[in-house]
């Protein structure tokens, strides 16, 4: 079968809780961004919270975009390592039942990965997470056969936090490079940019086409303080950037032409958790589609207003998939800056 989009990185389960400001100070993590934690100490965290209501989905920031193309259409495939547990056999069935290729629960003991995702009054998630078994993630998982006709090829930055998952995803856009299908790649968080700067680097300059970050990370990657000086130098080393400003929308540029800002769609946030991925995965989704750079960045804006409605990093099942409805939606908020 021929994929449109073929994607790779973590598998993780999200548990996520609503909390308050002091909870996340008390545990001593940055708040917005990720922290690895072990088994034992992610237990601790829910038993403290074990009053409060818990919402376990599935999740990982690549899955979560390949999840969010194939709801609009695309033909998807994702490359995640789960166990033959609780957890792993969920997240199958979760991704199987919306058409995504899926090779399924491994014969593995040690657990499926989990992610313990507080959410604060101000919707922002601060995520506690437990790699598990995804940390088995291989080179040899990754089947030529699987990427030689896609469309585009996406990797997470996420896969930077272990040697094997790193050289999966490597093993992925060589790959990609080799039948001349574009790379697409997320920086993640400004954790994984700070601590894997130099390598992350050396693979955008070889190996990525499109290149996807958010203004803290496109900030940490490039040492300016400033967002559009540091979206200026990231567009030097890529062909296509999105970069991610909030409630400002976003900023997408194509070598040799000029950047276009796009809005965002008006919506009550109750989470944030998924915006970034969701975003590429609607930006991906024009691309591969032949859409303009400008309405490309519209669908990745309206993806990422749907996943932030709700708690959890996948887009409900009650969002519109109509591409030219998206494009008059956007056109009558934003009058002034039409697709």
């Not at 390949?66 to 994702?78: D, F, N, W």
Request: with cysteine; proline share 3%; glycine share 10%.
């Amino acid at each position: 079968m021929n994929y449109d989009l073929v994607g790779i990185g973590n598998a993780l389960v999200d548990i996520e809780v609503q909390v308050d400001d002091a909870f996340v100070k008390e545990i001593s993590v940055t708040k917005g961004g990720m922290t690895l934690f072990s088994a034992a100490e992610q237990e601790k965290v829910l038993h403290a919270l074990k009053a409060k209501p818990h919402k376990v989905s599935s999740g990982g920031s690549a899955a979560n975009t390949i999840h969010g193309a194939s709801i609009l259409g695309a033909k998807s495939y994702y490359l995640g390592r789960v166990a033959n547990d609780d957890n792993g056999r969920h997240y199958t069935e979760d991704m199987q039942s919306c058409g995504v290729g899926f090779c399924g629960t491994g014969s593995d003991t040690e657990g499926t990965g989990t992610c313990v995702i507080l959410i604060t009054p101000d919707t922002e998630r601060t995520m506690l997470t437990n790699l598990g078994v995804s940390t088995l993630l291989h080179p040899d998982n990754v089947d030529e056969t699987i990427i030689s006709n896609a469309k585009a090829v996406y990797v997470e930055g996420y896969l930077w936090t272990g040697d094997e998952t790193r050289e999966a995803g490597l093993r992925m856009a060589r790959i990609a490079k080799k039948h001349g299908i574009p790379v697409a790649f997320t920086l993640s968080d400004a954790f994984v940019v700070n601590s894997f700067k130099d390598s992350l680097l050396d693979f955008i300059q070889w190996h990525v086409d499109i290149l996807f970050c958010n203004e803290v990370e496109a900030q940490a990657m490039t040492g300016e303080t400033d967002s559009r000086k540091a979206f200026d130098k990231l567009l030097a080393r890529v062909d296509t950037l999105f970069v991610t400003l909030g409630s400002q929308g976003s900023l997408a540029g194509k070598s040799g032409h000029e950047p276009v800002q796009v809005g965002t769609f008006p919506i009550e946030a109750v989470d944030t958790t998924g915006a970034g991925d969701l975003y590429a995965a609607g930006a991906l989704y024009g691309l591969i589609n032949d859409r303009s750079l400008q309405e490309s960045a519209i669908i990745g804006s309206y993806c990422a207003a749907q996943v932030v409605s709700h708690i959890g990093g996948r887009l409900p099942a009650h969002s519109h998939t109509r591409i030219e409805s998206i494009l008059t939606d956007y056109r009558r908020h934003h009058p002034q800056n039409p697709a």
